[in-house]
């Protein structure tokens, strides 16, 4: 199983990014994808998901309303779309990838069994 996020960089405040996590060793409707992030100096956090059928999406408060996040089957990927970035975003960000097909979506990163290496997203002010 491997996971690849894509598409971090550096942005000023305002501009928008998008993030890609490509599956690859799952088959595709049988995992639900979440974001986390991790910046400096603090805790992986949950950012965003979408259950294993694709029907439900989750955001934490930090992001809603800026952020979405999607599934293509054709392509294999989760895609994250950052809108109205913050400098508070600047993170490291991960996709992982719970298996356990549940009904809701967990927010705490050891309920996820595989994580992709990471992509960073600078934001300046």
């Known amino acids: 199983v491997q996971l690849v996020e894509s598409g971090g960089g550096l942005v000023q405040a305002g501009d928008s990014l998008r993030l890609s996590c490509t599956v690859s060793?799952?088959?595709?409707?049988?995992?639900?994808i979440a974001w986390f992030r991790r910046a400096p100096g603090k805790e992986r956090k949950f950012v965003a998901g979408?259950?294993?059928?694709?029907?439900?999406?989750y955001y934490g408060d930090s992001v809603k309303g800026r952020f979405t996040v999607s599934k293509d089957a054709a392509k294999n990927t989760v895609s994250l779309q950052m809108n109205s970035l913050k400098p508070e975003d600047t993170a490291v960000y991960f996709c992982?990838?719970?298996?356990?097909?549940?009904?809701?979506?967990?927010?705490?990163?050891?309920?996820?069994?595989?994580w992709g290496q990471g992509t960073k997203v600078t934001v300046s002010s």
């Open positions: 060793g799952l088959t595709f409707s049988t995992y639900a």
């Open positions: 992982g990838a719970d298996t356990r097909m549940r009904t809701d979506m967990m927010t705490t990163e050891w309920e996820y069994d595989f």
């Open positions: 979408i259950t294993w059928s694709g029907s439900n999406t």
